[in-house]
């Protein structure tokens, strides 16, 4: 179920489509808990935080649950909270069937943008929406560079309990057996001139964690 890896000059959501974009070839892929405890959910933020971000709504069928997903550096908090928010924009619009979801290309620029649409459009061509629970694991943020705009995001997912569904036959697939459920995720995010930390490219690699 990771999301593919298209070159930075594309997203790799789909570490090969299946949820490494879930469902790349049409079959998703498991995932499996790794320690740590959760994070805050973006309701429990401080007030204000999120002003102006726009609001979505996740599957009910699908969990994505962040682990350990904070820092005691406001910048690097900042950074974490919309990477955050744009992976689960990402599965809220495969839940809608919609890669042009506004609230997905808030989030998204240049490659990650154009990328991102190919992950979304990968589960909808298929006519299939994710199920069960991903942990989002190990993340690390930092400002790259000399300036206060351009900055890093890493961080693990695990798919072992993760699947896609056919939303017409209801069948459930999950990664072949044998499937490192791990995946490693690197991205890089430009802040725009509204303060919004947007992912501009994504690179996945599977069992790298």
Do not use: H
Request: aromatic fraction near 8%; glycine fraction near 12%; include cysteine.
């Amino acid at each position: 179920m990771a999301r593919r890896t298209l070159p930075l000059a594309a997203l790799t959501a789909a570490a090969a489509l299946t949820l490494t974009a879930c469902g790349g070839s049409g079959e998703p892929d498991d995932i499996k808990g790794a320690g740590g405890s959760a994070s805050a959910e973006p309701s429990e933020r401080p007030e204000g935080s999120d002003k102006g971000r726009p609001s979505f709504t996740m599957p009910k069928s699908f969990k994505l649950e962040f682990r350990d997903w904070r820092s005691d550096d406001p910048s690097e908090q900042a950074i974490l909270d919309d990477g955050r928010e744009q992976l689960r924009a990402g599965y809220a619009a495969i839940g809608e069937g919609d890669p042009d979801a506004d609230y997905f290309a808030f989030y998204n620029t240049k490659v990650g943008l154009s990328g991102g649409k190919e992950w979304i459009k990968s589960y909808s061509d298929k006519n299939v929406t994710v199920i069960g629970e991903l942990p989002v694991y190990d993340a690390k943020a930092a400002l790259v560079g000399k300036g206060d705009n351009l900055a890093s995001l890493t961080y693990c997912t695990d798919e072992s309990k993760a699947y896609t569904e056919n939303r017409g036959t209801g069948k459930k697939v999950g990664n072949p057996e044998g499937t490192e459920p791990t995946v490693q995720y690197v991205t890089t995010l430009r802040k725009s001139e509204e303060g919004v930390w947007q992912t501009d490219s994504v690179k996945s690699e599977r069992g790298a964690c």
